[in-house]
């Protein structure tokens, strides 16, 4: 399992490690409109899958940003945002800070991603700071678990891998 740390304290994550070349566990996490969003929504599309602990921090703001950014020069591949803010309080983000490029992902109610990712951080009912590229065939390519979750992950490498995916 990953070894990760919140503001330096060592946390346990719950679930499995995803590890490259794994097959992409399925998820069921509520979208902006309080539907349903599986990883077979976007089935046969490269995802790049961003957890991170709150959209409400400096990091996580500034990396959804980022990734936002970086989304509209990647073609065909869908960027999502996890986390366990509240669908409407993603919403509210989302509009204030002029996301269009990312869809962002609550996983409130049962940490379903979080669980099949081994990214919810049991202490804190957050989830830890983790990217994933999943491949049009559902297979794991890049994963990075960010040992400290207060950290920014490797920018560059993922967007290389999204890039690589096919």
Same mark, same amino acid.
Request: hydrophobic share 40%.
């Given at each position: 399992?990953?070894?990760?740390?919140?503001?330096?304290?060592? !946390?346990?994550?719950?679930?499995?490690?995803?590890? @490259?070349?794994?097959?992409?566990?399925?998820?069921?996490?509520?979208?902006?409109?309080?539907?349903?969003?599986?990883? %077979?929504?976007?089935?046969?599309? @490269?995802?790049? *899958?961003?957890?991170?602990?709150?959209? =409400?921090?400096?990091?996580? =703001?500034?990396?959804?940003?980022?990734?936002?950014?970086?989304?509209?020069?990647? /073609?065909?591949?869908?960027?999502?945002?996890?986390?366990? /803010?509240?669908?409407? $309080?993603?919403?509210?983000?989302? $509009?204030?800070?002029? *996301?269009?490029?990312?869809?962002?992902?609550? /996983?409130?109610? %049962?940490?379903?991603?979080?669980?099949?990712?081994?990214? $919810? *951080?049991?202490?804190?009912?957050?989830?830890?700071?983790?990217?994933? !590229?999943?491949?049009?065939?559902?297979? @794991?390519?890049?994963?990075?678990?960010?040992?400290?979750?207060?950290?920014?992950?490797?920018?560059?490498?993922? *967007?290389?891998?999204?890039?690589?995916?096919?």
């Amino acid at each position: 399992m990953a070894s990760v740390t919140f503001k330096g304290g060592p !946390v346990t994550l719950l679930g499995n490690e995803v590890k @490259v070349g794994d097959k992409a566990p399925n998820f069921t996490v509520l979208a902006n409109d309080l539907s349903e969003v599986t990883l %077979d929504h976007t089935k046969g599309q @490269v995802r790049l *899958i961003a957890s991170v602990p709150s959209l =409400d921090t400096g990091v996580c =703001d500034a990396e959804t940003r980022r990734f936002n950014e970086e989304a509209s020069k990647l /073609d065909n591949v869908k960027v999502l945002t996890v986390s366990v /803010d509240l669908p409407f $309080a993603q919403k509210r983000w989302c $509009a204030a800070a002029g *996301i269009e490029n990312v869809q962002t992902l609550s /996983d409130h109610r %049962d940490l379903s991603f979080g669980e099949a990712y081994g990214v $919810a *951080i049991k202490e804190l009912r957050l989830l830890a700071r983790a990217v994933f !590229v999943v491949d049009s065939s559902d297979t @794991v390519t890049y994963a990075e678990y960010v040992s400290e979750a207060t950290n920014h992950p490797n920018y560059e490498a993922a *967007i290389e891998a999204a890039r690589n995916a096919k």
